[in-house]
T-cell receptor, first 110, second 112 residues
Framework: EADIYQTPRYLVIGTGKKITLECSQTMGHDKMYWYQQDPGMELHLIHYSYGVNSTEKGDLSSESTVSRIRTEHFPLTLESARPSHTSQYLC?????????FGSGTRLTVV | DAKTTQPPSMDCAEGRAANLPCNHSTISGNEYVYWYRQIHSQGPQYIIHGLKNNETNEMASLIITEDRKSSTLILPHATLRDTAVYYCIVSAGGTSYGKLTFGQGTILTVHP
């Protein structure tokens, strides 16, 4: 039973559209993360947050933005989607003992 | 965080033990060794972590050398469902726990 939820699971969208990928967790974790992963490739950290109103850019530059208004919610937004944004986006939260990942959103921009 | 080195791929027969090595020669005193795995394109799953003592849980055992420069993840009786990419990550733990950097990992293939 998942304690961290990502929606949608799959998304196909046209170039130029604005999209928001949702991520929610019910564990009360302060720390949350967004990773991007192309098929067969490494996971790259693109954003993270250590609490409400705290957001930081990750190791891989991304045109997406994030917000953290509530502890349980960490949405990722692309203002104008492009084919280069086609990828899988994985959300995670953490406490002392480890990360919990969501099932991911597989985004295709056509 | 210290860098880790893992073999790109390994094979294992079903029912046998799978021993996955990891080198982390630049690990510092406050850094833990974490193991995660990723099955297909699902989100990575936490397996086990340790500081300097060997650890065991229901999924696996973690053996860390005395100098902490390398470790081995042991799946005692591998099944087909253990086929996955296994990531060894070194990161500061406890209250300093934060972002993890995933490398390329080891692709473990379990054969019937």
């Amino acid at each position: 039973e998942a304690d961290i939820y990502q929606t949608p699971r799959y998304l196909v969208i046209g170039t130029g559209k604005k999209i928001t990928l949702e991520c929610s967790q019910t564990m009360g974790h302060d720390k949350m993360y967004w990773y991007q992963q192309d098929p067969g490739m490494e996971l790259h950290l693109i954003h993270y947050s250590y609490g409400v109103n705290s957001t930081e850019k990750g190791d891989l530059s991304s045109e997406s933005t994030v917000s953290r208004i509530r502890t349980e919610h960490f949405p990722l937004t692309l203002e104008s989607a492009r084919p280069s944004h086609t990828s899988q986006y994985l959300c995670a939260s953490s406490e002392r003992l480890g990360y919990t990942f969501g099932s991911g959103t597989r985004l295709t921009v056509v | 965080d210290a860098k880790t080195t893992q073999p790109p791929s390994m094979d294992c027969a079903e029912g046998r033990a799978a021993n996955l090595p990891c080198n982390h020669s630049t690990i510092s005193g406050n850094e833990y060794v974490y193991w995660y795995r990723q099955i297909h394109s699902q989100g990575p799953q936490y397996i086990i972590h340790g500081l300097k003592n060997n650890e065991t849980n229901e999924m696996a055992s973690l053996i860390i050398t005395e100098d902490r420069k390398s470790s081995t993840l042991i799946l005692p009786h591998a099944t087909l469902r253990d086929t996955a990419v296994y990531y060894c990550i070194v990161s500061a733990g406890g209250t300093s726990y934060g972002k993890l950097t995933f490398g390329q990992g080891t692709i473990l293939t379990v054969h019937p």
